[in-house]
Every structure is written in C-alpha cells, then in structure tokens.
C-alpha cells in the first residue's frame, strides 16, 4: 500500500527479491496540471508495469473493497507513504501489517518527517518499520537505520537517501518477519516530542525578523517541494536556496536589494544571499539570470505576524 515516489523502489524491491506481491493498493487517480487530466500515482504505474493487481478504493471501509482485500489472502501488508488504515484493513492479514516512515520514531510523527527535520536543523534522521496499531505512527519498533543529514541537505536530497535506504529496510524487515528472526520494541516516548504535521501553502512564508540560520534551514527543509516563500512587488516569489553571508544584517528586517549582481536580504542578524529563486509566472532561475530581467530597487519584503 502506497501512493508516491518515495514508495516506489519499496515495491520494486519486493519484486526484485521475489516475494509474492498479490496485489498493490494506491490512491485513486485525480486530475493533474493545468488540463486536470486524471493522472496516475507513482506506484500505480509501476504496479501495472509488472502486471500487479492494482486497487484503487475512495473509502477504505467499503464493504465491496474490504471484500476484494480479503479475497487475496495476504499473510503481510506492507505500508509505505498511504494513508491512515481503518482496523478492518491493518489487522486482516494473519500476521499484521508494518509501516515504513520517515524519521527516527518516535520522533517526527507525522505526514512531513522529512521536511521537519531539515526545517529544524537536525543533523541526523533515518527510517523505521514498525507494527501498525490504532493510533498513528506508535506502533512497535522492527528495524530502524539512521542517515546523517548534510549541511547542504534539502529536503529533497535527504528524500532521495531515505527513500532508497528505507526500500533495503523493507526487504529486512520482510525476511525478518519470514523467518520469525526479529524482536518487537515498544516506542518510548520521548521527553521533548518533535512532530511532523503536514505543511499548507500558509506554513511555508517567510519570516526575516529571525535568525538567518533557522531561514536557512527552513528554506532547505522546503525544498524542492512545497517551497519557501515571500511577497515581492505583489507577486509570490519562491525562494528555493540562500547562503548565509558574514555581513551583519544593518538595515530593517526583510530589507531586499541587488547587489554585485546578488540577491541580498536582512534579517535578525545576518544577509542572506537568495543563490536560487522563482518569481510567480516565471521558471526557476539563480539569482544573476533573475537580475538580467528584473529591475530590483531596495523594498522591504512583508510577512504574515
């Protein structure tokens, strides 16, 4: 069961191992991009590119899909990046069902764990598979491997690594559980929780009356997807990468100007330089091609309190 990329290589793992895969279920297809085509998931396509039975239920406790389910007499289902199961579906098999997630659990529960570590400036994550039970993402602990996160990590490079590392757990965890060859740990919960709520448009604006390093890290921690943002000239404007300068920040907080053929901007306490950006309408761009068509006269950048 899953929807994304980050469940593809999961699912391409099983196969490639040769365990028997009965059947794939995703979300159902929705309209996509600007001609609202109704487009595929990521592991639907590569479900029915080695010939899986694909399931595609709207409500997951429909007597008609709970009957389909059960028909293929799954002893195992393997969770990655779906959607909160009713019981009627984790506990059906005969062994149960585990998830994959994104984060060191019990930390960073959530549908964003990615995305909240970086934003937090964490400097390591990883992946854990765990039983499912009711309440979300606090089932007991199989595997879990960690992953240092880089300096230069952004969302999307550290997605890459866990993705591909959390498909080599998925494997371990199957045989594992094949050979009765592993040993259940309860999550404890930890004195400090860190959560990983999902992330709206609104949550991703820009605030520069903080410190450039927690800015910095916000805005690696959105990218490349869903993207940190501000309001320039009243159009949005992406910003997709920034650098931490050693000039101490003299004029008022979101303070914008070009300079050297840079994208410079004040906030608590230092510049940052915007290296990569997108203004609204436009493709991204680094900031010197940005300048090339942009006349930027020094404004101050606005932001939601």
């Known amino acids: 069961m899953g929807t ?3 469940a593809v290589p999961s699912l391409r793992k099983l196969i490639e191992n040769q365990f028997n895969v009965v059947a794939v279920v995703t979300a159902p297809d929705k309209p996509q991009g ?18 899986l039975p694909v399931l595609q239920p709207t409500n997951l406790k429909a007597p008609e899909f709970i009957e389909r389910l059960r028909s293929y007499q799954a002893d ?21 069902s585990f998830n994959l997630h994104g984060s060191l659990l019990p930390q960073y529960r959530g549908a964003a764990p990615i995305n ?31 992953e240092p996160i880089h300096e230069d990590d952004t969302a999307g490079t550290l997605y890459e690594r866990l993705m591909n590392k959390g498909a080599d757990l998925v494997v371990k965890t199957v045989r ?5 060859d592993f040993q259940l740990i309860p999550q404890q919960e930890p004195a400090i929780s860190k959560h990983a709520p999902k992330i709206f448009r609104q949550d991703c604006e820009i605030h520069w009356d903080q410190p450039a390093d927690k800015i910095r890290n916000f805005v690696r921690g959105l990218n490349p997807f869903p993207a940190a943002w501000t309001t320039l000239d009243g159009k949005i404007l992406k910003v997709l990468s920034v650098e931490k300068t ?21 906030t608590k306490d230092y510049i940052l330089h915007i290296t990569e950006l997108q203004l609204e309408g436009k493709r991204r ?5 940005f300048l090339r068509g942009y006349n930027l006269s020094e404004t101050t950048l606005t932001f939601q309190s």
């Open 176 to 180: 594992a559980i094949e050979s009765n």
């Open 116 to 146: 909240w570590a970086v934003i937090n400036g964490e400097k390591e994550s990883g992946v854990t598979t765990f039983m499912l039970k009711h309440e979300i993402d606090t089932g007991n602990i199989i595997f879990q491997e960690k």
């Open 34 to 51: 600007r001609g609202k085509k109704l487009g595929t998931s990521p592991v639907k396509d590569y479900a029915l590119s080695v010939n």
């Open 4 to 6: 994304p990329e980050f």
């Open 285 to 289: 761009m680094k900031d010197e091609e």
């Open 246 to 266: 050693h000039q101490k920040s003299s004029k008022p907080t979101g303070t914008i100007s070009a300079e050297n053929d840079k994208v410079l901007v004040h």
């Open 76 to 96: 195992l289902q393997v969770i990655v990046a779906f959607r909160m199961l009713p019981k009627v579906v984790w506990s059906m098999p005969t062994i149960g």
